[in-house]
């Protein structure tokens, strides 16, 4: 029996078959990210020593390090000020009215909660554990709030991550692999720079990351199943039609 009529016999491949496949997979890249994050949150919340050390070490070196070195805290200080919700609010609000300019609704409406609703998880898990942030005797930075996660990281992970996203399709190749190279720079630099300005610890920032990844992924995997819902073909980007 030849090829084709292998294929012929097996029939094409059914709508839900696809479906059911890329849910297994994004549970399981859920669950991949919810493991980190369950584990720091744990080590936290029992203040585990060699976590602790971690962190205080962290924060007492890259905090001299700032104090030292006027340029490292200048750059540290810019790139916690481009990860920060003002700058986002702007960016997405525009990312948004342009999608629903273009006729767009549901990648739109999919930016907005996305963004959104990631602010709000972050808000009620540093609720939840109720962790102060760092303390330092000559602060080069100061930050409200609640430390653990880092909303900067989880915004960072969750932001960058959408407009790969909805630009992924438009790109050619070689600028994929830029526009990736890009983000992972830029998110690293605000991790870093929350953490070099005294008002996160290690664990806040990677938390924050897990977080991040674990948020986009289940919204991205909602999507999908809005998208199959709705009757839209559910293998398209979001920002294809964009």
């Known amino acids: 029996m030849g090829d084709d009529e292998r294929r012929g016999c097996r029939g094409p491949e059914h709508p839900d078959a696809r479906f059911g496949a890329r849910s297994v997979l994004a549970l399981a890249a859920v669950a991949l990210v ?9 080590f936290v919340q029992s203040r585990w020593p060699p976590l602790q050390h971690v962190d205080d070490v962290a924060r007492d070196r890259l905090h001299r390090f700032a104090l030292d070195h006027d340029v490292f805290t200048a750059v540290m200080k810019a790139a916690s000020t481009a990860g920060s ?6 960016v997405f609000t525009l990312v948004a009215g342009w999608l629903l300019y273009r ?8 930016v907005v909660v996305t963004e959104v609703g990631g602010a709000v998880v972050n808000g009620a898990v540093k609720t939840v554990v109720h962790r102060a942030r760092p303390v330092v005797a000559d602060p080069v930075a100061h930050a409200s709030g609640l430390s653990f996660p ?16 909805l630009c992924w ?34 664990s806040d920032v990677l938390a924050g990351y897990a977080l991040g990844a674990a ?16 009757g839209s073909p559910p293998d398209r980007v979001p920002a294809r039609a964009a």
């Open 215 to 230: 948020w986009i992924t289940v919204m991205t995997a909602v999507l999908g199943a809005w998208r199959r819902e709705r």
């Open 85 to 90: 919700s003002p700058v986002y609010f702007v």
């Open 150 to 165: 880092s909303g900067h990281a989880q915004s960072a992970v969750v932001s960058y991550s959408l407009l790969l996203l």
């Open 34 to 42: 919810a493991v980190p994050f369950g584990l720091l949150l744990f």
């Open 169 to 202: 399709q438009a790109l050619p190749p070689l600028w994929r692999w830029v526009a990736t190279a890009t983000a992972t720079v830029a998110v690293l630099a605000i991790g870093l720079s929350r953490i070099a300005l005294s008002v996160h610890y290690v």
């Open 103 to 110: 006729r767009q609704p549901r990648p739109a409406v999919f």
